[in-house]
């Protein structure tokens, strides 16, 4: 009966006279907005696509278990596979363990302005450019060695994982429920052990988190290793005091090669580089959901 | 100046209520004082009766969780209907269904019919922007744009709308002057809405909402962030307004629902137990449950 | 998982040692424990704080030479000869490749990045917005050398095939896009820029949209706003200062991007407006030079590179660090 009496120019049913307008402009932002995350997406795809298709070609045992040929087609990578994992491993040895302490800090002792200060510089850090890393490396190391080497790179790779383990690590403990703390210290256990016995092992899965992270972050990294750790023999070193090969500079190095059969293998060192990365990266990413899932969910 | 001592002046000047009742009477639904008190289940005649909300059947849902369970109800033109119950028991989401808020919230969905003046609310010729240009509503916490002045918290709805610069001046002063804020904020429309107290910020939201001219406003728990003689104000005011709007109003407060409004609705669980004059509600309730939950006897 | 939490319990009922040793020596162990993981954690902040130091001062330090040398016209100065004995060295053309590289990728990575934003907080079907967002910062985490490669041997190409004449018969009258083209140079590095940039720029934009307060955009939509005019009114004023800090951060990204840039951009001389051709930036000089610089003033030339390029990123990163610390009072 009510409808019976509405008329067609109800307010309601026509709405503000510029709506038409309006529900106009709300679509094509809508459009934007999805064509934008379309354009990013597809970048990321692209990029690995091209990396698939032009490197899976060439990769093969021998690419990855045999030295560098200097010119022409043939050798692998073998070499640079062995020396990154050395320089990386090495330089997780040195930022892990030095960012998890430097979070401990700020988080369960530092009052909370240096606490703020330090964060602060860690994030500057974080800022610095890497090739800038890389020339604080040559007169830290390279100038007084004499020579570049694996250890140089290493340094540098180092110092780029630091603040990236110390900020997220950070992230971690902020999250572990004071509740254990406190359970800890009321109970009449120092400070110390409370430490190494509950809150390091709950926040435990956060650390791997963001050392996974930070090593697919150095696995990549060039500029430091391009100043410390770029002048090598083909053939595989695997003392840190020499230089080594590594995969980021024989990317760069073949990447700028007039020989396309070095673009091939170019090719086909990123697509193993990119696999590790990604994969990394992913594993990482579940992991850190499950992480501050569990620790959320004990608050 | 104080905002406290300012509020607490304007709310115990017995001159306060006159100067209400000499504020011009909205074109639309004006009614003499004395027919408020007619008991609400007696519809007003038929012409000026613009505002009617009428809930038919309304099933309200957040995923698998029934909220609202086939309710009817009907907010009568020019009257205040409280809905009052214990917390959880949909009356909020009740509310939300009535200008399509609840749709907002993710997995929430609502079943029913809605009309305005007839109108169904869900209709597919009806826009959601019309509804609730039609449909105001205040919230429970204050929530002034934090970026504006109090002029543009006002202005914000007819902006949107494309009305001419002076319409909108004369709105927004008719706004504040409904909402009984002029004379606390006409020397500093320009100061940000988040500066005034907390009560005069609720009434910046309903001058907000009354801006664009609604013709139903709704009101979950206003107050329940307020102190009393804030409180207080808001309900002098939810008086005078009902002449201009139809008023629906959630809260908590049994005293509230007693003073302010002329229909009561008791929701329990998602039903609706009960709905009548506020004084029946309240001295001789036909459900028992009602009878229990108005003397206090659980809630 | 399951063996955290129970060592949680364990620690619980029993400190370790606790039989053994008396109470008054435990008491002095624990003292001694406490004070020592103190100093090492204490320590490692302060190695912290002096890697951040010694950067600033050897990279200052490496360039003394070069500073006395030249001073400030260094800046100015468009040439870089390392032919003895008349060698001179500015940093001008590099200051310039810098700017337009790093400036145009933000003009085009700043909307972008603004509009994933707002599609993953606000506009996407809620299932979409995880994997999406993962997608998008998963593109972070390609290797720079990697995205170099597929810039010099697939991007650079394509444009000089593509996209450069398209443009060139279009807006050739704009001095931007001139008549001479090629695979490498300004515009293969801008947009190499902008693919490493955008998911910088856009997870940390998110990270600002979702702070913003759930009441005011209630209270935009219960208005009868559409959710671009709710995103209008309540979402991008709110975030302004975040935004301006994210693009802030990915500024100091870009412009200290050094292996991508070197691998496309050419590596030439010279202010030219034209975006076709090569160029070169203050990181990719450094890399290219750095090693095999045959003279000191050369090297020390590379190093006031260095400390220009490290002026301008640690200052952009304090602002942008401080604008964020700042919100994140105000929102807390």
Redesign the interface.
């Given at each position: 009966?009510?409808?019976a009496?509405?008329p067609a120019n109800?307010?309601?049913?026509?709405?503000?006279?510029?709506?038409k307008r309006?529900?106009r402009?709300?679509r094509a932002?809508?459009v934007?907005?999805?064509?934008?995350?379309v354009?990013?997406?597809a970048?990321?795809f692209i990029?690995?696509a091209?990396?698939f298709v032009?490197g899976v070609g060439a990769l093969n045992l021998d690419f990855l278990t045999q030295g560098q040929v200097a010119f022409g087609p043939g050798g692998g990578i073998g070499n640079a596979l062995v020396g990154t994992g050395i320089i990386v491993l090495l330089a997780a040895a040195m930022a892990i363990p030095?960012?998890v302490?430097?979070a401990?800090?700020?988080s369960?002792?530092?009052k909370s302005r240096?606490a703020?200060a330090?964060r602060?510089?860690?994030?500057?850090?974080?800022?610095?450019?890497?090739?800038?890393?890389?020339?604080?490396v040559?007169?830290?190391i390279v100038k007084p060695q004499g020579h570049q080497s694996g250890f140089a790179g290493a340094v540098g790779l180092a110092?780029v994982m630091?603040?990236l383990v110390?900020r997220s690590t950070q992230e971690v403990l902020a999250l572990v429920p004071s509740s254990?703390k406190e359970?800890?210290l009321a109970?009449?256990?120092?400070?110390?052990?409370?430490?190494?016995?509950?809150i390091v092992?709950?926040a435990?899965?956060g650390i791997l988190t963001a050392s996974l992270v930070a090593v697919?972050?150095a696995?990549?990294?060039?500029?430091p290793l391009?100043?410390a750790c770029?002048?090598f023999p083909t053939t595989t070193v695997t003392d840190p005091s020499q230089a080594m090969a590594n995969i980021?500079i024989v990317?760069?190095q073949y990447?700028?090669s007039p020989d396309p059969s070095k673009?091939t293998q170019?090719?086909a060192a990123?697509l193993i580089?990119?696999l590790f990365?990604?994969l990394l990266?992913?594993i990482a990413?579940v992991f850190s959901a499950?992480v501050k899932k569990?620790l959320e969910g004990t608050r | 100046m104080n905002p406290k001592t300012d509020e607490l002046d304007v709310t115990i000047d017995p001159e306060n209520a006159e100067r209400g009742g000499t504020s011009p009477p909205d074109a639309r639904g004006f009614r003499p004082p004395a027919a408020t008190a007619a008991p609400a289940s007696t519809p007003g005649p038929a012409g000026n009766e613009v505002g009617r909300v009428e809930l038919k059947d309304l099933s309200a849902f957040y995923g698998s969780n029934h909220a609202v369970r086939g309710i009817d109800v009907t907010f009568e033109p020019n009257r205040v209907t409280a809905i009052i119950g214990p917390s959880g028991c949909g009356k909020s989401t009740m509310v939300r269904c009535v200008n399509r808020m609840h749709e907002e919230i993710p997995g929430a969905r609502s079943e029913g019919q809605i009309l305005l003046d007839g109108i169904d609310l869900k209709g597919p010729r009806v826009d959601v922007v019309a509804v609730r240009r039609a449909v105001g509503m205040v919230f429970q916490k204050p929530n002034p744009f934090p970026t504006m002045s109090v002029y543009d918290n006002v202005a914000a709805g007819l902006k949107l709308t494309g009305a001419p610069r002076k319409t909108i001046e004369a709105k927004v002063e008719d706004a504040l002057k409904g909402a009984g804020l002029w004379d606390e904020v006409s020397d500093r429309l320009d100061s940000p809405g988040m500066g005034l107290s907390g009560g005069q910020q609720q009434r910046l939201c309903i001058a907000r909402a009354l801006a664009v001219d609604p013709e139903v406003l709704l009101m979950d728990e206003p107050c329940s962030s307020l102190d009393p003689i804030a409180t207080l104000r808001i309900e002098e005011l939810i008086s005078q307004l009902k002449e201009r709007v139809t008023i629906a109003i959630v809260t908590h407060n049994m005293q509230q629902a007693a003073r302010v409004a002329d229909t009561t609705a008791f929701m329990l669980n998602g039903d609706l137990v009960e709905v009548a004059s506020t004084d029946k509600i309240f001295t001789n309730p036909d459900d028992e449950r009602t009878e229990q939950y108005v003397s206090g006897k659980f809630g | 998982m399951e063996g955290t939490a129970a060592s949680v319990g364990m620690t619980g009922v029993a400190p370790p040692g606790s039989g053994a040793l008396g109470r008054r020596q435990r008491g002095r162990l624990d003292r001694i424990g406490d004070r020592s993981l103190y100093v090492i954690t204490l320590a490692a902040a302060l190695l912290s704080a002096v890697v951040l130091g010694g950067i600033g001062y050897e990279v200052v330090h490496g360039a003394s030479a070069s500073i006395s040398h030249f001073g400030l016209g260094f800046i100015t100065t468009n040439n870089w000869d390392p032919v003895p004995p008349h060698e001179v060295y500015g940093a001008a053309s590099f200051i310039y490749g810098t700017a337009v590289s790093s400036f145009g990728a933000l003009l085009i990575a700043t909307p972008l990045s603004i509009a994933i934003a707002l599609f993953l907080t606000e506009l996407a079907p809620r299932r979409a917005r995880t994997p999406i967002g993962t997608l998008v910062e998963l593109l972070a985490a390609i290797p720079s050398v990697v995205l170099g490669l597929w810039g010099i041997l697939v991007l650079g190409p394509f444009l000089r095939d593509h996209v450069e004449p398209g443009l060139h018969s279009v807006l050739g009258w704009i001095p931007l896009f001139g008549g001479d083209q090629s695979p490498v140079g300004l515009l293969p590095a801008m947009l190499i820029l902008t693919i490493m940039t955008v998911p910088i720029v856009s997870s940390l934009t998110r990270e600002i949209f979702l702070t913003v307060p759930k009441e005011s955009k209630e209270g935009a939509l219960a208005l009868g706003a559409t959710r671009w005019e709710m995103i209008k009114t309540t979402v991008l004023p709110y975030s302004r200062p975040g935004i301006v800090a994210a693009v802030i951060l990915g500024l100091g990204r870009a412009i200290g991007e050094a292996i991508a840039v070197t691998q496309v951009i050419g590596g030439a001389l010279g202010i030219h407006a034209n975006l076709f051709v090569p160029a070169d930036t203050l990181a990719s000089r450094i890399a290219s030079n750095a090693t095999g610089a045959p003279t000191a003033l050369n090297l020390a030339s590379v190093f006031y590179l260095g400390v220009i390029l490290l002026a301008l990123s640690v200052i952009f990163n304090a602002v942008a660090r401080l604008i964020i610390r700042r919100m994140t009072l105000k929102g807390s």
């Open positions: 009966m009510e409808a009496s509405t109800h307010p309601l049913l026509q709405g503000p006279p510029n709506l309006r529900r402009v709300n932002l809508e934007v907005a999805w064509v934008s995350a354009v990013a997406v970048a990321l990029v690995v091209s990396v032009k030095i960012g302490l430097v401990l800090y700020t369960e002792f530092a240096s703020s330090i602060y510089v860690l994030d500057i850090l974080n800022g610095v450019p890497t090739i800038i890393t890389g020339l604080f040559v007169v830290l110092i630091l603040p110390a254990v359970a800890g109970l009449g256990v120092s400070r110390w052990r409370t430490i190494v016995s509950v092992p709950t435990f899965g697919a972050r696995a990549g990294e060039t500029a391009l100043l770029s002048i980021p990317i760069f990447s700028e673009h170019a090719w990123a580089l990119i990365v990604l990266s992913s990413r499950r569990r | - | -």
